[in-house]
């Protein structure tokens, strides 16, 4: 009979052990989100209450404030109905967008697979048939040798607990890669918005710029024709027509780059819309199709952070590389496998599940690494990626800070750009009235008013270049905001 002391050791490590089953020790640091940045603005420049004003299309003041809100479909503050469109159309169609989400599927899938196997038992169903032949002279018995079937039946269980917390860290590796395949697919859907307007932006400015150079072209066309007649009339001398045709070659030369960077355009939108370009109808766009948005958002870098899928992204990783830390801690503690069997085993089939055939197993097993040079190496390199991957966080704040502050720098020095282009236009134009006005008098001449009016036309190709630039970098503000996406929490994953 037991002692009563070994049965309460016996129970003190039944005990421990169920502890260790139910609770587990996770091996490793508990993972901590990064500290929020400790600046509050973005730039050392204080920006200004609102920006600079011009009477021109686009050249409305723009103000920037904190707390106002982005709107999930943060494109629709540039006010086209035909982006809107296109933008919903290539979120649903996308190719790059479907293989993210599918990328997205198997990161979870994985995730499920490993949970299943570690966190419960396995249980496997076993049947077998085998026929033997014994030869007792081969042991030195007497006796003929004889032949019979064995047929067997079981259920096996196998569990490895998880005392040092490995799987349980495991896991939490794969959660957090996971988390990163999710924020990856929200930056795509950010990316391909922001590509999507950016290029229909870009279309509106080449569209106009093509129908102004065109407008020169026919100009500088006009202004050849009179001083050929003048040459000939013996009022100008044979190399004013040089001149001007060189002038007039040069601008054709640029017609069929702004064409081909139109066309591009065009390619690239059904591109970025799923469709193959000769198959779509990509819309025309124009710059007074859009809206400048004059009240724009803005957020602290605190709350930037939690926002933007890159940097949520990022901080999925060195989640990801804490507990792949913590795996590398575990497999230098104790493992212990548990396994059981119970059947029957029986000479024919028929007695196979009679009394007397069962049979039962049960093992376990508890190792300890005592020396392996490797397992202290896999630690330290585990170690040295989890460094890599904050260093890598760190960056990619930087970046995303940067991006905000090019962008609130832009605005400002846009609206500057297009109140100069604006007073430049109107000096143009203002100059062409005078000189038309002087025309009808009969105080110039007919090639003055042409040269007054191919000024008024490269003013407004400046301007043009100057309200698109505007557009863009309002969208990039919107964008470098991380969206319209509110900050979410892993738990949020569907």
Known sequence: MRSAGHWRLNRAVTSWLAAAVLTGCAAGPDFLAPASPHVTGYTSVPLPAQTASAATLHGEPQRVGVGRDIGASWWQALGSPRLDTLIEQALKSSPTLASAEATLRQAREWHAAQAGSTLYPRVDANAGAQRQRTNPSAQGQAGAGHEFSLFSASIGVRYRLDLSGGNQRALEALAARSEHR?????????????????????????????????????????????????????????????????????????????????????????????????????????????????????????????????????????????????????????????????????????????????????????????????????KRAALAAFDAAAANYQGVVLDALRDVADALRALDHDAQTIAAQAAADGAARASLTSIERQYGLGAVSYVQVLIARQQVQQSQNGLIAAQAQRLLDSAALLQALGGGGEPETPDDAA
């Open 182 to 378: 999710r924020y990856q697919l929200e930056g795509a859907r950010l990316s391909l918005a922001g590509a999507i307007a950016q290029t229909a932006i870009a279309r509106a400015r080449l569209s106009g710029q093509v129908a102004a150079m065109q407008v020169l072209v026919q100009m500088q066309e006009e202004q050849l024709d009179l001083t050929r007649q003048r040459v000939r009339l013996g009022q100008a001398a044979g190399d004013e027509v040089l001149a001007l045709q060189a002038q007039l070659e040069q601008m054709r030369a640029g017609m069929p780059a702004l064409r081909k960077q139109l066309e591009h355009s065009e390619h690239l939108l059904a591109v970025l819309a799923g469709q193959a370009p000769g198959a779509a109808t990509v819309p025309e766009f124009r710059l007074a199709d859009f809206v400048l948005p004059t009240d724009l958002p803005l957020v602290l870098p605190s709350e930037l952070v939690r926002r933007r899928p890159d940097i949520r992204a990022a901080e999925a990783l060195l989640h990801a590389a804490n507990a792949e830390y913590g795996v590398a801690v575990a497999r230098l503690y104790p493992r212990l496998d548990l396994s059981a069997s119970l059947g029957t085993q029986a000479l024919t089939v028929g007695s196979l599940f009679g009394a007397g055939s069962a049979a039962w197993g049960l093992l376990a097993q508890l190792t300890q690494p005592l020396f392996d040079a490797g397992l202290p190496a896999e």
